[in-house]
């Protein structure tokens, strides 16, 4: 079946979605019956380009390398001006699915959530791995997801293309999540683990994080714990259908940890992690993030460098613990994938 999707954004994570779609073509139509066909691209920095039958996506990706505008595209198109406003794009290109890949933006979920809403109410199915508006506005685009009979999936938005949404919904339905806690920032995770095994001091292994890609653009969002309760947060209200705000969550990130009580901890067997903790207790929601000193023994204390990884508590498994990639090109680009396969399912069953 044929898809066709509309990329807004097409940064890291954007491209790693095209790399995938062309190394993996022939594999998804034999296995999956699933034909992506990319009808648009704008990005705020390499411009638009608009094509109905469906871009060729090795073109673009050279383009793209090559540090080529969007609309030096040579292939069939519509022509188009440099820069296309995506909120007209979204309402006039004909397609079944909106990838919003933009930037995240923590304090009012903008532009990504305008985004959405247009194409929520233009009959386009949304895909996101932006943290922004999955924390911030959840439950009103699903609800408007709902009410027009399309799906709002956010599987990237936590812990990237690590099956997290996707486990809950097909593996683990049936159960009850009593508590969930976790490693949720590959950063701080980095961090700690270089403080502790290679002798580093905080401000030094902070500056090789940024250097290796892995901090946020402005790394307080990763230090102070911000991206991390942005996550936690994602995790109260979609899978335990809380209605917290990331003001509403305990907060304390890693900036004030020294070596020395890292090593205190080490002797002591226990390590230092920044635990994301979502507990339920009837009605009652607590989400919290925090460094906590946990037992050796603990499998998430065996979590080490950019690993992320996430414990649910839950009645009829017990605990049950996924460890994996929290950030990365294919790892993200991966999630969208994931997401869209999720869709052409639900689709190919109801033939809609
Ligand atoms: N800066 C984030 C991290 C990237 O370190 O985990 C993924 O959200």
Not at 75 to 95: H, S, W, Y
């Amino acid at each position: 079946m044929e898809y066709r999707i509309i990329m807004i954004g097409c940064g890291t994570v954007g491209q790693g979605f095209l790399e995938i779609l062309e190394r993996k073509a022939e594999q998804l139509l034999d296995q999956y019956d699933f034909e992506p066909r990319i009808v648009a691209i704008t990005d705020k920095l390499k411009g638009s380009v608009v094509a109905p039958e469906g871009l060729n996506i090795s073109k673009i990706l050279y383009r793209l390398k090559e540090g080529q505008r969007l609309n030096t595209y040579d292939g069939p198109k519509i022509k188009t001006e440099e820069f296309l406003d995506p909120l007209n794009l979204i309402e006039q290109v004909e397609a079944e699915i909106l990838a919003e890949l933009t930037y995240t933006n923590l304090k009012t979920g903008e532009p990504a959530t305008s985004y959405i809403k247009k194409a929520l109410r233009t009959g386009k199915h949304v895909v996101t791995s932006n943290k922004g508006p999955a924390a911030l506005h959840y439950h009103e685009l699903k609800e408007l997801a709902s009410v027009n009979h399309l799906q709002f999936r956010i599987e990237g938005t936590v812990m990237s293309g690590t099956p997290v949404f996707h486990l809950v919904e097909n593996g683990l339905a049936g159960n009850d999540i009593r508590e969930i806690k976790g490693i949720l920032n590959g950063t701080t995770n980095f961090i700690l683990t270089k403080m502790e095994n290679d002798q580093m001091e905080y401000e030094e292994a902070l500056k090789l994080a940024q250097e290796l890609g892995y901090a946020e653009a402005d790394p307080t969002a990763d230090v102070e714990g911000f991206d991390a309760v942005a996550k936690a947060v994602i995790l109260a209200n979609v899978l335990m259908g809380g209605k917290i705000k990331p003001e509403e969550v305990k907060r304390q990130g890693i900036s004030a940890l020294k070596r020395k009580d890292i090593l205190e901890a080490k002797e002591a067997g226990q390590r230092f992690k920044l635990i994301a903790r979502i507990k339920k207790d009837g009605s009652r929601i607590e989400v919290s993030v925090s460094p906590e000193k946990i037992p050796i023994s603990d499998p998430l204390a065996g979590v080490m460098g950019v690993q992320n990884a996430l414990t649910f508590e839950t009645d009829l498994m017990g605990e049950i613990t996924i460890q994996g990639a929290g950030a990365g090109r294919i790892e993200t680009g991966f999630s969208i994938l994931s997401d869209i396969l999720a869709i052409s399912r639900t689709r190919s069953k109801t033939k809609n």
